[in-house]
């Protein structure tokens, strides 16, 4: 009797064997899509990042440019009222 139930039992312990290793490589599967799509992510943002960066530079470029422009008015009004 032993001898019989040896063989369903280890074809139960397979099964179950073969169930778990079909949800790990689902998982896996899973895990690396995931991996990808914040990869994806990832490179959008850097790409966003680097554009507002160039962006922010060029604000402040204008910025000193603007405030020179005013230095220079104000200092031809103060002669104006010398």
């Given at each position: 009797?032993?001898?019989?139930?040896?063989?369903?039992?280890?074809?139960?312990?397979?099964?179950?064997?073969?169930?778990?290793?079909?949800?790990?490589?689902?998982?896996?599967?899973?895990?690396?899509?995931?991996?990808?799509?914040?990869?994806?992510?990832?490179?959008?943002?850097?790409?966003?990042?680097?554009?507002?960066?160039?962006?922010?530079?060029?604000?402040?470029?204008?910025?000193?440019?603007?405030?020179?422009?005013?230095?220079?008015?104000?200092?031809?009004?103060?002669n104006l009222s010398e």
């Open positions: 009797m032993a001898a019989a139930d040896s063989p369903r039992v280890s074809s139960d312990a397979l099964a179950s064997l073969e169930e778990r290793i079909l949800r790990a490589v689902q998982l896996v599967g899973q895990l690396r899509q995931e991996k990808e799509a914040a990869e994806a992510a990832a490179a959008e943002l850097r790409a966003e990042n680097k554009q507002l960066s160039q962006e922010l530079e060029s604000l402040r470029a204008d910025r000193g440019e603007v405030k020179a422009r005013i230095e220079r008015l104000l200092s031809q009004l103060d």
